[in-house]
Structure formats: structure tokens, C-alpha cells
């Protein structure tokens, strides 16, 4: 089969059987948040019918559900498909991938290290951040923990998407558009509130922790 022209860079990279997409960015975007703001107004709404639950830990709660939808749907479907590029069909999942892969053509060209990064984000990382809500919900003791660990693997994935494309001459977009729109901003969510998930989640252990070694020093 030969190889079909593509919007990806490099131009010769070779994706037999390429179906360009369907929907415009403004379609796929629209969904996609449209989507998002459901399933965030759903767990704000019903996280707020309990008094016992703070208004950070609901909107932990709304992030939590949030990033947990879209490592199991969006990142689970690039993981579990890898002739996307192909699909004939205008499958809204195949459209997002077509589309992303301007920002970062590794999508398309089925990398490694990409396909092992979203493979055990979407396993992994995907079912554990909705096993989170529910650990917020309850007020259960590893919480904290699970925040912390989640995070720190969010983190770490993110640092090695970033770093082997650096290292690879990082030269995956199309045009700057989709560099700084796809590749830098859209990924930068799993930067900076990981981050303050950890912070938080450190600061409340060490404080908890404190309060038990006062409680032992009274009672000598």
C-alpha cells in the first residue's frame, strides 16, 4: 500500500493508508469540552450535597474525574488503536489523534516512549484517579497518599513526553500554532496542578503527622 500525503511533520514519515480527518479543530475542541464541563458540573453538583466535603477537595474531586475520563477514553483509545490514522469512519476518538498529531506527530508515527507513557497513564493512572474521588468522597485515610502518588506519576510521565522529544531534536509540530497550543499548553494542566496536588497533599500528611507526635508527647 503506498504511503498517502499527510499535514505531519516530517513529511516523509511513512502512514500508509492515511484518511485525513473530518471534523474541524472547533468540532473536536467543542466536544471535548462540552464533555469535560458535564463531568465536572455533575461531581460538583452532587460533591456539594454533602456539608462535610470543602469546596478544595470538590474541586479536587471535579480534577480528579476530569483526568480520569480522559487517560481511560481519550489516551485508552490512542493506546488500544494504533491504525487511528486510517479510520475511514469520522470516529470522534480517531479525530482527536489525527488532530493532536499536529502538535506532536509521535502520535501517528506510533512511538515507543509515547505508547508506553499513555499506556500506563490510561491502565493505570486513568482508573486510580476515579478510584481518588471516591477516596475524597469518603474522607478515606489513604487519600492523601493516592493524590500524592498519581501525581507524581502524572509528573513523571510528562517530564519524559518532554524530555525524549527534546532529545529527539523536538521537531514533532506542524507550524508553531499546534507546538504551543497542543504540545505546550494543553499538556501543561498535568504540570503545574500535579504540582499543587503534591504540595498540598505533603503539607496535610506533615501536619497530620505533627498533630499524632503532639498527641504522644502530652501523654508522657
Known sequence: MESCSHPYVPAELDLPGFVPGVLSQIQILGVYLSASVLVISLVWILSGRSLKISKTDRLLMCWWAFTGFTHIIIEGYFVFSPQFFKD?????????WKEYSKGDSRYAARDSGVIAIEGITAVL?????????????????????????ISLGQL??????????????????????????????????WVWIPTLIVIRGWMKICAAFQVQVQKKSKKR
Open 88 to 96: 475511514k469512519s469520522a470516529c470522534y476518538l480517531a479525530e482527536v
Open 125 to 149: 493512572e486513568g482508573p486510580l484517579s476515579l478510584l481518588t474521588v471516591y477516596a475524597i468522597a469518603k474522607k478515606a485515610s489513604y487519600s492523601y497518599i493516592l493524590q500524592i502518588a
Open 156 to 189: 513523571y510521565g510528562t517530564a519524559v513526553y518532554f524530555i525524549t522529544s527534546i532529545l529527539d531534536g523536538d521537531n514533532f509540530a506542524t507550524n508553531p500554532y499546534y507546538y504551543y497550543s497542543y504540545y505546550v499548553f494543553a499538556n501543561s494542566f
